[in-house]
């Protein structure tokens, strides 16, 4: 049933929508329109979400409730990137690169701390490859027009911020090994 809701979202909305190749849709921005797409977008989430939390206490589902947990907040990545993109296209198109960069580090960031505190490698992965992905986008696309010493401002600030970031992973990882040592003891003992 989820299956048939997401191919209908792709295959069926977004051609409605007139989404175009440049991630927007290509009509007039409109409050109507979003909260429709919010409509479509989030029952799907909603039933994801809905499905991830009763399937998670189940031992033998764990895998399926997984995959609804994750393909959630893959789809909320997905509606708010283009929702943002295309508010962004028609209403404040100076800002448009910025604002998506900022929308991917602040998913970057959830998914880093979300993986943190609950010990989850693929959300801390998936964190990490999003900040990848956002320096990138900044340093080689955002960047590309400005000049030279806007550039080198940039790059010094993305360096700090990366090695901030890389100090507090390193710190935060001695909770994974305590984790796993942890697991390791309980285990034992449970033998």
């Known amino acids: 049933f989820l299956f048939g809701g ?14 175009c190749e440049n991630f927007v849709y290509n009509m007039e921005y409109s409050i109507l329109y979003a909260g429709m ?3 479509d977008f989030g029952s799907l989430f909603i ?18 409730s997984a995959l609804f947990g994750y393909g959630g907040l893959a789809l909320l990545f997905l509606y708010s990137t283009l929702e943002l993109n295309s508010a962004l296209f028609w209403l404040l198109q100076k800002f448009q690169a910025a ?27 998936t ?21 030279t010493l806007y550039r080198v401002i940039a790059f010094l600030v993305v ?13 935060a990882s001695r909770k994974f090994i305590r984790g796993n040592e942890d697991k390791d003891i309980e285990s034992k003992q449970d033998d």
């Open 47 to 64: 039933a994801m979400i809905m499905a991830w939390i009763l399937l998670k206490p189940e031992e033998d589902r764990r895998d399926v």
């Open 127 to 147: 964190g990490l490859c999003l900040f990848v992905v956002v320096v990138y986008k900044v340093l080689f696309i955002d960047l590309s027009e400005m000049e």
């Open 99 to 125: 604002g998506v960069s900022i929308l991917w580090t602040v998913f970057a960031i959830a998914f880093l701390s979300g993986g943190i505190w609950k010990n989850n490698r693929i959300l801390r992965y």
């Open 159 to 171: 360096g700090i911020a990366l090695l901030m970031g890389a100090f507090a992973y390193i710190y």
């Open 37 to 39: 797409r919010l409509l």
């Open 6 to 19: 997401f191919l209908k979202l792709m295959m069926i909305d977004l051609v409605s929508w007139h989404f």
